[in-house]
């Protein structure tokens, strides 16, 4: 599962939190730069993750989510720091406003293999800083709204005896958030990191949220008003894609998963597998999913 998207939200819709957290910066101006660096490739293009500028700071801050260490991320990261120092600091005819780059890796999923911190070959040796969530105090990162989804991740004293400890406490952090708005964003992307340790019926019982707090969510309604303003089967579909590439990354969707759902014209199926695109925690389930749906008498359709 590819959870970068979901990441990358938690840290545009809360920056000032995830620079006080990872930055230990507080009462710091924070900018959410829309200048992706795929813009700056040369000669490859490249996506990052979150680019966060600290204008106070001359500070640019930039973040890859990682579900799963890989192998060619240490080379990636040196390759960003170019692209990065090329287009904010060598750029003479740009203001110097960063001084600074800052980059950190972050990794969702426990793993004991060696994670490396640098790339190094030849002469060159570019470091770079790596935080473990499971690693990290759960307790701590509900000091700041925008580590509370990633603390169902991260250890908690009692763990052994009561594994569910982080989906309880997460629950009564996100019920604490003043914002709705807010509330509805944490309590949604809470619900999808959950799944990297959890089941959904684990998730559905110990995090507790209602239903309804995540459909509150402004990441999720977006999805959803867009089908409903159109009212067709096909903006069902297109929904449905977008939300699977926000979840697990767009590799997943092909086109031929993209016209299979366009061929679809049940809607209470097209809602069903919505639902499902949601919770699901991996796409293979959703696929399966999919599958029975489409194997219905009402559908017609062949995989």
């Not at 192998?71 to 990636?76: A, D, M, S, V, Y």
């Not at 473990?132 to 169902?152: C, M, S, T």
């Not at 569910?164 to 999808?192: C, H, K, M, T, W």
């Not at 459909?215 to 297109?238: C, F, H, L, N, T």
Request: hydrophobic share 45%.
């Amino acid at each position: 599962m590819r959870l970068d998207n979901t990441c990358k939200l938690v840290a545009e819709s809360a920056p000032r939190s995830f620079v006080a957290w990872r930055l230990g910066l507080e009462e710091t101006s924070v900018e959410v730069s829309l200048e992706n660096i795929e813009l700056l490739a040369q000669p490859l293009p490249i996506r990052s993750d979150s680019v966060l500028l600290l204008p106070d700071r001359k500070i640019l801050f930039h973040v890859e989510f990682q579900t799963d260490f890989e192998p060619g991320l240490p080379f990636r990261m040196l390759d960003y720091y170019v692209r990065l120092y090329r287009r904010y600091v060598a750029d003479v005819e740009r203001e110097k406003a960063v001084q600074s780059i800052v980059q950190e890796v972050i990794l969702l999923r426990e793993t004991r293999a060696p994670i490396p911190e640098s790339f190094a070959r030849d002469q060159t040796h570019h470091k770079y800083r790596v935080l473990k969530v499971w690693e990290q105090d759960g307790a701590e990162l509900l000091r700041h709204e925008a580590a509370i989804p990633f603390a169902v991740l991260a250890r908690w004293e009692g763990m052994d005896k009561d594994r569910y400890i982080p989906l309880r406490a997460v629950s009564r952090a996100v019920r604490r958030i003043p914002d709705e708005r807010q509330r509805a964003n944490l309590g949604f992307q809470s619900f999808v990191l959950a799944g990297l340790k959890f089941k959904e019926n684990e998730i559905r019982l110990h995090l507790s949220l209602p239903d309804e707090v995540m459909r509150e969510s402004p990441i999720y309604q977006r999805i959803v008003a867009e089908a409903e303003a159109r009212g067709e089967a096909k903006g069902r579909a297109e929904d449905i894609v977008k939300l699977l590439s926000i979840r697990f990354g767009t590799e997943v969707v092909s086109s031929d998963l993209l016209k299979l759902l366009r061929k679809m014209d049940n809607l209470e199926a097209l809602d069903a597998l919505f639902e499902l695109a949601a919770r699901a925690q991996r796409f293979d389930e959703f696929r399966r999913g999919l599958e029975q749906i489409a194997a219905q008498p009402s559908q017609q359709l062949s995989l």
